[in-house]
């Protein structure tokens, strides 16, 4: 499995995890919150404002995960401002995994370093401007659907 996620001004670290490691809320705020999304942040966006958004795997959406990462970031949207099984809203599902899978569709690699060396050679290609791009593209895909659920919720 590949963590990674995408600002308007860059991109975090790629992540690995190994196959039949368990990804669960435990592993997840260990390995990913605190070790590399947290002090990345910190030194990339400095005191900015930014928002965390994140799918629903259950990982994520544990209650220990929402609290550290509400304790950690400025803002987090969870399950009230952001829809559970939304990989169609979401910009690292709708944009930046074609973008990777377009890249390295193109070989067989025989070992998973060469995949992994792949992967790595193509993020560190994904620009600061497309990075830019698909988030400002993002309220495009959302907003409609994010509305929709504001009314849903609101008269249902």
């Known amino acids: 499995m590949v963590w990674a996620g995408t600002t308007v001004t860059g991109k975090t670290p790629l992540v690995f995890v190994e196959r039949g490691v368990k990804i669960n809320a ?45 304790r950690l970031f400025p803002d987090v949207w969870d ?3 952001w829809p559970s099984k939304s990989c169609d809203l979401n910009p690292m599902d709708y944009s930046v995994r074609s973008i990777l899978e377009k890249k390295v569709s193109t070989k067989n ?32 895909f959302s907003k409609p659907v994010l509305r929709q659920k504001e009314v849903c919720l609101k008269t249902c």
């Open 79 to 81: 399950k009230e401002i």
């Open 26 to 70: 435990a592993y997840y705020q260990k390995h990913i919150i605190r070790e590399v999304l947290d002090p990345w942040a910190r030194n990339h966006f400095g005191n900015r404002p930014w928002t965390l958004q994140q799918d629903w795997a259950l990982s994520h959406s544990a209650k220990s995960t929402i609290q550290l990462c509400k």
């Open 109 to 140: 690699y025989v070992t998973v370093g060469a995949l992994k060396r792949a992967l790595m050679k193509s993020w560190d290609e994904i620009t600061p401007e497309q990075c830019s791009c698909i988030i400002d593209n993002f309220p495009k």
